[in-house]
């Protein structure tokens, strides 16, 4: 198949065109959660009006007030709400009496956010009916309304937003007071309701409702009972922080939009689509699915993300240490810092690891951290999951001067039930490089291995059966990101590691040890083949992750959108099927799913760009704009093309 191939500084150029371009809403990025997209098939969870399922406690469920009011609910995909959507639900009530109303609502499962933690709430929503102040029928009294609202129970599903209800955004048919009694609101202009003080003031956000103009909502709820939101209309955008819900209840549980007529005869019509329900870290079944370490708390033994840290978020303890016959240095290296020099650009601090091995005849250091040992609600690692990881190697070792020349010369990634220098038997999975040729039972290190990355294939009872050479070499400075698929129930991984230009990766291969389990413990472990030798490498984004959903713009699977996704897209621009050695297309750059690599999704990894799995702005619900050097990659492939380009539901 032919695919035409553009260089990577001039698809990079796409991107700042279209970072500049992108409408108002792109806000946040929605990488997982329990979510509506209307896109499932009969019966499936994600359809109208769909079933339980993935998070969600019931399909979706239409509310009336009388038996003589009709109220129409619609799958369909006529005019999607947004570019890169299609599939969306449509309400069409028609009043039989003053004060008739219809509800669309959906209950989100107990357990699919954490109520004691921040979560969030997107949707985006579309007004159908005719809204002209003299010939409509909406601008006659305050009964005329919209709202998007959550409830705390089933009765909330009724008459619209009431003392059921948490937070509320609506826009009316008539002028309303804001909270002073003396602002005036103009009809048709969405509101925010904040309770704080006891009694409701309403806040004016400016943005009119407007018969076929898509509405992007965020909502953020936090366990104090105040919320924030943002709504743009694609132009303007109105947020409000630290507003008090009306019911002092932290997880509502309903998410509703509703409609409401003054008169008889009225007709309300609004349509829904990319509702999601979020919670950054948590997924669908509740509790934590994502334990990272970013090294962010800096040097500190009371910061959870520093060096060593504390338990929590996870990990039932700080990082350990072990040693013998060598000095280890540890030290966080934070921006500011005079020694500060990024893995890769953004990803801000990161953990500087130095061995110095000193006497004796045997010599390692090693630190590790336990995530599997501790008992959090919705994380289970007797199930599959994965560990992604960066490193660079701080050490010469590919100059006549290096002395990283020795079989016990090593890098070693492991999982281990303990802190571990070595490998051991109780690996489960093992990354190792090796300075030198040896032999042994099983494992030989051939010549061709030498300086590569290499990948263990155990028994499952002890045993080391083969080693695996990923092709990926070991080069002074060189930062490889590193993916590995558990899958507990089988025994067996995945593994691939990248180097920024190249992946070298190998399926289904067995543990080494014979527990049923992972150990837990994520070893960074080095060894010296004799004394007055240094290892040194840094370590950063540790990401062990389960049940996440592929994260928009993030191509390469490591957790982040960044240059590298970007030149991935770039090497693959137009292409319209799978192209060797990628598996898929969305390795390749196609993010809406739409089977062909163009501007569309150029526009979503521009949109989500700096995103980074478990990062402060993933959990402030915040879309990274690049830093000055990373913009000037960002110059202008196909410019011209980029004005209007859309992005898919992910963006909010």
Avoid at 399 to 424: M, P, Q, V
Wanted: proline content about 3%.
């Amino acid at each position: 198949m032919k695919r035409q191939i553009y260089s990577w500084p001039l698809v990079a150029a796409l991107l700042l065109p279209l970072l500049a371009v992108a409408p108002a809403w792109a806000v946040t990025l929605i990488p997982r959660g329990t979510a509506a997209y209307f896109e499932g098939g009969f019966e499936s969870v994600d359809t109208y009006p769909g079933v339980a399922g993935d998070g969600w406690a019931a399909g979706w469920i239409t509310r009336k007030d009388a038996t003589a009011t009709t109220v129409t609910g619609t799958l369909t995909n006529t005019s999607p709400l947004d570019a890169g959507t299609n599939n969306y639900a449509n309400i069409l009530m028609t009043s039989s009496a003053a004060n008739s109303y219809s509800t669309l609502g959906r209950k989100y499962d107990a357990l699919a956010v954490n109520p004691a933690l921040d979560y969030t709430i997107n949707a985006l929503f579309r007004v159908e009916e005719y809204l002209d102040p003299d010939f409509g029928t909406f601008h006659t009294t305050s009964a005329d309304r919209y709202e998007i609202y959550q409830g705390t129970s089933a009765t909330a599903l009724a008459a619209g937003f009431g003392s059921a209800g948490t937070w509320c955004i609506g826009a009316y048919g008539a002028d309303s007071l804001a909270g002073d009694g003396v602002t005036t609101i103009p009809a048709g202009n969405w509101t925010l309701k904040d309770y704080t003080g006891g009694s409701v003031y309403q806040w004016d956000t400016g943005i009119s409702l407007v018969q076929g103009v898509t509405y992007a909502v965020q909502v953020t709820v936090r366990p104090d009972y105040t919320w924030d939101a943002t709504i743009s209309d694609g132009v303007t955008t109105f947020n409000k922080n630290n507003m008090r819900t009306r019911n002092l209840t932290a997880s509502g549980g309903y998410v509703e939009f509703f409609g409401k007529a003054s008169n008889a005869g009225e007709t309300r019509e609004f349509s829904v689509d990319s509702v999601v329900v979020n919670q950054a870290g948590f997924n669908t079944v509740g509790g934590m699915n994502l334990v990272t370490a970013k090294f962010d708390g800096g040097n500190s033994t009371t910061e959870i993300d520093g060096y060593t840290g504390v338990a929590g978020n996870g990990w039932s303890d700080g990082w350990k240490k072990t040693t013998k016959n060598t000095t280890l240095t540890a030290t966080v290296v934070s921006p500011g810092d005079a020694e500060f020099d990024d893995l890769k650009t953004g990803t801000g601090a990161y953990l500087s690891l130095t061995s110095e091995s000193t006497a004796g005849t045997e010599w390692y250091s090693g630190i590790a951290r336990d995530y599997g040992c501790i008992n959090v609600d919705g994380i289970d690692w007797t199930q599959a999951h994965t560990v992604q990881f960066k490193i660079r190697l701080d050490e010469d070792v590919d100059s006549e001067l290096s002395t990283f020349t020795g079989n016990n010369d090593r890098y070693s990634i492991t999982d281990n039930t303990a802190t571990a220098g070595t490998t051991h038997p109780n690996n489960t999975w093992a990354i190792n490089s090796f300075g030198a040729e040896s032999v042994s039972t099983g494992g030989n290190v051939t010549e061709e291995m030498v300086g590569k990355w290499c990948f263990t294939d155990g028994d499952n009872a002890g045993t080391v059966v083969n080693l695996i050479n990923s092709g990926i070499a070991l080069t002074t400075g060189g930062v490889y990101e590193f993916t590995v698929d558990l899958d507990p129930t089988t025994r067996t991984y995945d593994v691939s590691v990248f180097d920024g230009i190249s992946t070298g990766s190998a399926t289904d291969l067995h543990w080494r040890s014979a527990a049923l389990n992972v150990g837990g413990f994520l070893n960074f472990a080095f060894c010296a083949d004799s004394v007055g030798e240094t290892r040194a490498w840094s370590i950063d984004e540790i990401v062990i992750s389960q049940g996440l959903t592929a994260i928009p713009g993030d191509a390469t699977g490591n957790g982040s959108v960044d240059e590298d996704d970007a030149k991935r897209l770039a090497e693959n621009w137009g292409a319209m099927g799978v192209v060797p050695p990628y598996e898929s297309l969305w390795e390749m750059g196609d993010f809406n799913d739409d089977g062909r690599i163009d501007a569309k999704d150029a526009s979503i990894l521009a949109a989500n760009w700096g995103y980074v799995a478990g990062s402060a702005a993933e959990s402030n619900g915040a879309t990274a704009v690049p830093e000055p050097g990373a913009t000037a990659l960002l110059l202008t492939l196909l410019g011209g093309v980029a004005i209007g380009f859309g992005r898919r539901r992910f963006v909010a």
